[in-house]
């Protein structure tokens, strides 16, 4: 069990993918309309018809610059479709944002890449060494390996325990809705993990 504290580092922790992407949208759109300054990437997912999985464009909260990460292997592929080398080029699009010094970064998932030590694990590092405060989804299946790479530095939240409108997610999280302020605070009533 971890106890939430102001901490610049939060990870929203799921079973449900979608469910991850919908949260950390509404977190971006919540904060966008108060004016807040966000870098980071989010995942949308497209429906691709005849295929078994979808494919995945990851967009740049700073610029709005889209990045396909799904490699089209074909329509009988199974498995993991990610392609590495766009995961990286999307991370370079955001790395160059965080020197604008956001209000908040929002990374998609700390998924099996970067429990595995790539993916965007360099980014996060970076983040947190400038300091900036970080909203990261991490799937419950890699929550050690996040927990291990963050040691004590992060305070988690289930979402499946969060209210899923938009002001009352970002209340739960701690981020404060005044304009130009996403400052972590202590929540009230939601439960941590």
Not at 95 to 118: M, Q
Not at 184 to 191: I, L
Request: with cysteine; charged share 25%; aromatic share 4%.
């Amino acid at each position: 069990m971890r106890t939430p504290g102001i901490l610049p580092i939060t990870a929203l922790v799921y079973s449900d993918g979608e469910a991850a992407d919908r949260a950390l949208r509404s977190v971006c759109s919540a904060l966008r309309d108060r004016g807040c300054r966000l870098a980071g990437l989010v995942q949308h997912n497209r429906p691709n018809p005849g295929r078994s999985r979808c494919d995945m464009e990851l967009e740049d909260l700073a610029s709005g610059a889209l990045t396909g990460i799904t490699q089209d292997r074909g329509r009988l592929a199974r498995g993991c479709s990610l392609d590495i080398g766009q995961l990286l080029n999307a991370m370079q699009i955001t790395r160059a944002s965080l020197h604008l010094k956001p209000d908040l970064v929002i990374l998609n998932k700390f998924g099996k890449t970067e429990a595995e030590g790539g993916g965007l694990r360099p980014l996060i590092a970076e983040t947190i060494e400038a300091g900036l405060p970080l909203l990261v989804a991490v799937p419950w299946r890699n929550i050690e390996g996040w927990r291990h790479f963050t040691g004590e530095m992060a305070r988690e939240y289930d979402l499946s325990t969060l209210p899923a409108d938009e002001a009352g997610l970002c209340a739960a999280l701690g981020l404060a809705m005044r304009p130009g302020l996403p400052r972590h605070r202590e929540p009230h009533s939601h439960p941590s993990l």
